[in-house]
């Protein structure tokens, strides 16, 4: 086999797992926001009822086969995401505790500081001491502080200056650690020049 038609294949899968990716994600959002998907989603008779949805799923993630659409709710369910609770006669998927925890960091991963019109001229200091035990979730916030666009002034104290308090409030619950987790706002910073000139103010 030539290398390019490897490299083709190799793009191909890619490619659907994406899609099957995408498509899990947002089967998952769609139960946690109490879309009441049957349970027959697992077996092939898939209720006429549901072909729109399937069909406009299935278009938006550009998936061409009903199975992958059956196979992503079958991993949801497999990896104990979602369960299957009775809502009357009928049997449908909800959201688990596992499955509430991947829809808040899916919410994480998009999270952004707006920029306001005008700074109010103050700054947002995080300051935190987490515990050895806790190492993940210090690592995990440390990352997410650095891709919110925060400046480390030490190895535990960052900086930003836009209004982020219910930001940092949602990711420390996030990652366990809001007790060891410090939010200061300041009107002075040692060093503020440099900062205002990082973060485009001066």
């Not at 995408?22 to 006429?48: Q, R």
């Not at 005008?118 to 997410?144: C, M, Q, S």
């Amino acid at each position: 086999m030539k290398r390019e038609d490897v490299n083709n294949m190799l793009r191909e899968s890619d490619s659907k797992k994406h899609q099957r990716g995408e498509l899990t994600k947002e089967l998952l959002l769609m139960v946690a926001a109490g879309v009441a998907i049957p349970a027959t989603f697992l077996m092939p008779n898939i209720p006429l009822a549901m072909k729109p949805l399937l069909r406009a799923l299935m278009k938006k993630n550009r998936v061409t086969r009903t199975r992958t659409l059956i196979r992503s709710i079958t991993y949801l369910k497999r990896n104990r995401l979602v369960s299957v609770a009775h809502d009357g006669d009928q049997q449908i998927l909800t959201i688990s505790e596992k499955g509430r925890k991947r829809v808040l960091q899916y919410n994480a991963d998009r999270m952004a500081i707006r920029k306001p019109k005008r700074w109010d001229g103050y700054w947002r200091i995080v300051l935190f001491d987490i515990p050895e035990k806790r190492r993940r979730g210090r690592e995990a916030l440390r990352n997410k502080l650095k891709h919110l666009g925060f400046y480390q002034l030490q190895k535990s104290c960052f900086v930003h200056p836009f209004d982020c308090k219910s930001e940092i409030d949602f990711v420390s619950e996030l990652f366990e650690v809001s007790p060891y987790v410090n939010f200061v706002l300041a009107k002075e910073i040692e060093g503020q020049s440099l900062l205002q000139k990082i973060f485009g103010l001066a």
